[in-house]
């Protein structure tokens, strides 16, 4: 990554989000505060402060950085979606989790030919 972050791990969301995919070239992943939310899988970076004021200052509306409650009570910062209506987001919580959404959309993707 160019921001210079470095995955360390999976974690799992209290479940108080739903996932949304905003339509974006490619879309954009992020969660919004729900009473009847889901658990999710999402992915802890570590990255320096510079790189998170980058990263922070990069992200367009409707998405901002918070804080996300974690299942084991912790907290993270996370991309939410702070319109919760942001026209034409799809809500994605079924699907658990970011990566096995774009897994959907590839196995789902019209043949060209």
Do not use: K, N
């Not at 989000?17 to 999710?40: D, F, Q």
């Not at 299942?71 to 991309?79: E, I, K, L, R």
Request: proline share 9%; glycine share 8%; hydrophobic share 45%.
């Amino acid at each position: 990554m160019r921001l210079g972050a470095r995955f360390r791990d999976q974690v799992l969301t209290a479940e108080r989000y739903r996932m949304v995919a905003l339509p974006a070239s490619p879309p954009e992943p992020a969660i919004i505060p729900a009473a009847a939310g889901a658990a999710l899988t999402g992915e802890r970076w570590t990255i320096s402060p510079a790189g998170l004021s980058s990263f922070r200052s990069g992200l367009a509306a409707p998405l901002a950085m918070a804080e996300i409650e974690l299942a084991d009570g912790s907290t993270a910062m996370g991309v939410h979606c702070i319109e919760p209506t942001a026209p034409d987001a799809r809500d994605i919580t079924e699907f658990g989790d970011w990566r096995a959404y774009l897994r959907y959309l590839t196995a789902t993707r019209p043949m060209s030919g």
